[in-house]
């Protein structure tokens, strides 16, 4: 298979402290943010913090954590520090993120298409027909201007070298972008002076793009366009509604929309209006009962049928969860080089598929150093930290990787860099990773500047949303 065979471990020793070089000493492009974060002073900061907590509660920002006691009343947790990213690192990024959508689409496309890569060899076939995410009446399906990834999201940490590597690709339903836009709007409030003499790349631009690339999908005018929403519990609902309202499309759940004569309607008090553009945030399966998932509550029946038809446009379209593992990972390299003609600018953690021999092999003799995940992540299993489990439980593990192992990725555990963060009046240190977003316009695909800043609830913790995470701007 052409692969790259060999997944170097990183070589670390501590976490890469974004703001300063030396722990006291701010980097260059930090150093006017700590001048005017010393200027403003604590009790000023902490008055303007209540201030924008206020806000977040007033406007009702919230985050669902499943089984949280809140439930749906769980404020968004922001931080005051945005991440900086000077240009030179972001333009390196930019140029990897966009060539790694551009060959996730075209991975999607002939897997959905003509499946060249498995036939010689240079995708494995149990990644793809063993997936339940590969939905067979998606096969052959035209996607209008081969447009499987409408938006790619990309989650990215830097290790202790400074190198930024790539954690995890959305290409499903990537949430988050929302998000990251009323960031910008709370943090831009409460340091206005400062966001305006930093050079802070702006926004808005993308969202415009969004709205345009999603029109222009439509291929007719006055289109009508829907965000479809699994509903008010979902964790990321609040989004949803906010990124509907900004874009100006219509919120709907599944049993909003009805499929008639293989063309979908949206039913309004004065009777049916035809859908030309569905932008989903419902996952795959879900989205029809019919043809997918029949216990589905959340989906449209028939949809698949009007894809198929090619009356209404779905972005992202069906089936993209299919390479929403990390599994895929280290066949990356192999398959820039083969589908774009060029070396993968932006690389992956280490990741090993443990459907391979010689990688299973090294995971299992390695098992201290690596989280283990699900290949498949429909499974819903929780990651396994090798370093954490009991020698009887690593013996009784192993068995569990060698009887299926196609179904498991390895990835080694990343000591994430540090970023600052405003805590009861002082500035603490918590480990933080960056998603971000490319979109395609259609005529061309370009990055959000900047995007979502996730930060770990405590010192040394999993940096996760669902386990009472937090988030921050991005300049």
Known sequence: MTVDLYQPPLRYGDAYDESSVDGVTPRPHWAHLVESLEAIGPEELGRRWARAERRIRENGITYNVYGDPLGAGRAWKIDIVPLLIPADEWR?????????????????????????????????????????????????????????????GVDLARSPDGQWWVLADRTQAPSGSGYALENRTIVSDVLPDLFRTSNVLRLAPF???????????????????????PGPLNETYFEHSYIARYLGFTLVQGADLTVRKRRVYLKTVDGLEQVDVILRRVDDSFCDPLELRGDSLLGVPGLVDAIVAGNVKVANALGSGLIETAAIMPFLP??????????????????????????????????????????????????????????????????????RPHEYVAQEQVALSTAPVWDNGCLNSRSVVLRTYVLNTGSGWIA???????????????????RGGHSKDAW
């Open 448 to 466: 959000i500047p900047g995007g979502l800043v996730r930060v770990a609830e405590a010192e040394g913790s999993v940096v996760s949303m669902q």
């Open 92 to 152: 390196f990024i930019e140029a990897g993120i966009i060539q790694r959508a551009q060959l996730l689409n075209l991975l999607l496309e002939d897997l959905y298409g003509a499946q060249d890569l498995v036939a010689h060899g240079d995708f494995p076939a149990a990644l793809l027909y063993a997936n339940p995410a590969f939905l067979r009446p998606l096969v052959g399906v035209r996607v209008p201007g081969h447009s499987y990834l409408h938006m790619l």
């Open 207 to 229: 969202f415009r793009a969004q709205r345009e690339a999603l029109t222009k999908l439509a291929q007719r005018d006055n289109p009508r366009i829907v965000l479809l929403t």
């Open 334 to 403: 192999g398959l820039s080089r083969h589908l774009l003609g060029e070396k993968l600018r932006l690389p992956s953690v280490a990741t090993w598929w443990c459907g391979q021999t010689y990688a299973l092999d090294w995971v299992l003799d390695h098992l201290d150093s690596v989280v283990v995940k699900p290949a498949f992540p429909s499974r819903g299993m929780e990651p396994v930290f090798g370093a954490e489990l009991a020698n009887a439980e690593k013996g009784k593990f192993a068995e569990q990787l060698r009887a």
